[in-house]
């Protein structure tokens, strides 16, 4: 199975920071990676798809690179809606696996 | 607006079973490949299992692999999820996704979700 590591499993940050995290596949999974944001009480939201496509109705200030093993979802101009947590999830091959999650919270 | 709602989940026992469904609204359903994926309390995700758009192919989690099965009845517009020897780590909120378009379980992301089932499973 690709094990999926996210880094760092929590941040602090203020309105209007520049926040970036970091997912790394266990093995190249190309650009199958995708990156979702789930609020408390609620079902994960996509961000973004294939590394870097943005998702429909996404603002503009989530942007994902990377390929290979190495990927990053950053967040400009940090809003007060997007304090939640961000998780990755690779669909390279089955099993599909999932990052343990960043929670991003005010500072 | 795409809907997915689930229903099913309850209290069960070590051993017990169940079978939880999605109903589907929104979309062209039988499009699409479906997905189950779970959220235990305070954990992170785990994709459960997808179910092509023709029920073709069909992939499971290792966790789950003999012990759960997906399906799904276009006609209904309905994905379900027959869940057997339950365990305390099968304890989770399930959800179902909406996976590709024409696709199968692999090279899927997921969206939208639905709000989920809860399953509990104690004695």
């Known amino acids: 199975d690709i094990q999926m590591t996210q880094s760092p499993s929590s941040l602090s940050a203020s309105v209007g920071d520049r926040v970036t995290i970091t997912c790394r596949a266990s093995q190249n999974i190309s650009s199958f990676l995708n990156w979702y944001q789930q609020k408390p009480g609620k079902a994960p939201n996509l961000l973004i798809y294939?590394?870097?496509s943005l998702q429909n109705g996404v603002p503009s200030r989530f942007s994902g690179s990377g390929s290979g093993t190495d990927f990053t979802l950053t967040v400009s101009n940090l809003q007060p809606e997007d304090f939640a947590t961000y998780c990755c999830?690779?669909?390279?091959?089955?099993?599909?696996?999932f990052g343990g999650g960043t929670k991003v919270e005010i500072k | 607006e795409v809907q997915l709602v689930e229903s099913g989940g309850g209290l069960v026992q070590p051993g017990g079973s169940l079978r939880l469904s999605c109903a589907a609204s929104?979309?062209?359903?039988?499009?699409?490949?479906m997905h189950w994926v779970r959220q235990a309390p305070g954990k992170g995700l785990e994709w459960v299992s997808g179910i092509s758009w023709n029920s073709g192919d069909i992939g499971y989690a290792d966790s789950v692999k003999g012990r759960f099965t997906i399906s799904r009845d276009n006609a209904k517009k309905s994905l379900y999820l027959l869940i057997k020897s339950l365990k305390a780590d099968d304890t989770a909120l399930y959800h179902c996704a909406k996976g590709q378009l024409g696709g199968g379980p692999r090279a899927a992301w997921f969206d939208p979700w639905g709000q989920g089932t809860l399953v509990t499973v104690s004695s």
């Open positions: 999830q690779q669909s390279y091959s089955i099993p599909l696996t």
């Open positions: 929104g979309f062209t359903f039988d499009d699409y490949a």
């Open positions: 294939t590394a870097s």
